[in-house]
């Protein structure tokens, strides 16, 4: 049986997620509110075809895309950056890079148990978020 990302899940555990925030450049501000909230993600995939969506009471960001094509991104209401992003497996990880003017950008989920992983990195940080399925 392929993996399958689907569902709704809620976030238990943020390592290092200030840090990943500073070096986007994002402002104390927006900092101090965004360590402090609860996120929700809500996966739909279909074969190789994802939408996700970050959800929480302060900003919500979707992304839609295919694994194994390039697409651009706008991190709106985030870093608000412009990347292009590429989505691959490695095995039954799901591996993206974001090349732009952040160095070593991207992110991977994996899902371990009844828990979902995402491992956020830019620069030399690496924030582990780990999530819970929600009802
Ligand atoms: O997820 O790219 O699941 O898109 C946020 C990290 C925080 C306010 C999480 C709002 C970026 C602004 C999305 C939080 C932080 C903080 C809820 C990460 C930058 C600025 C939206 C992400 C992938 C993989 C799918």
Redesign the pocket.
């Known amino acids: 049986m392929p993996v399958d990302f689907s569902g709704k899940w809620v976030l238990e555990t943020n390592d290092k997620?200030e840090e990943?925030?500073k070096v986007?450049n994002?402002d104390f501000a927006?900092?101090k509110?965004?360590i402090s909230?609860s996120?929700t993600?809500v996966?739909c995939q279909d074969g190789d075809k994802f939408d996700?969506k970050?959800?929480?009471t302060?900003?919500?960001?979707?992304?839609a895309f295919t694994v194994d094509v390039e697409f651009d991104?706008h991190?709106k209401?985030?870093?608000n950056r412009h990347v292009k992003s590429l989505v691959k497996w490695e095995g039954d990880k799901l591996v993206?890079t974001q090349k732009g003017e952040k160095a070593n950008r991207g992110?991977k989920?994996w899902i371990e148990g009844n828990k979902l992983y995402?491992e956020?990195t830019c620069e030399d940080v690496v924030?582990l978020?780990v999530f819970s399925r929600k009802e």
């Open positions: 997620f990943y925030l986007l994002v927006t900092r509110i965004a909230l996120q993600k996966v996700f970050t959800l929480s302060f900003r919500n960001y979707e992304l991104e991190t209401g985030l870093d993206c992110w989920h995402l956020l924030c978020q």
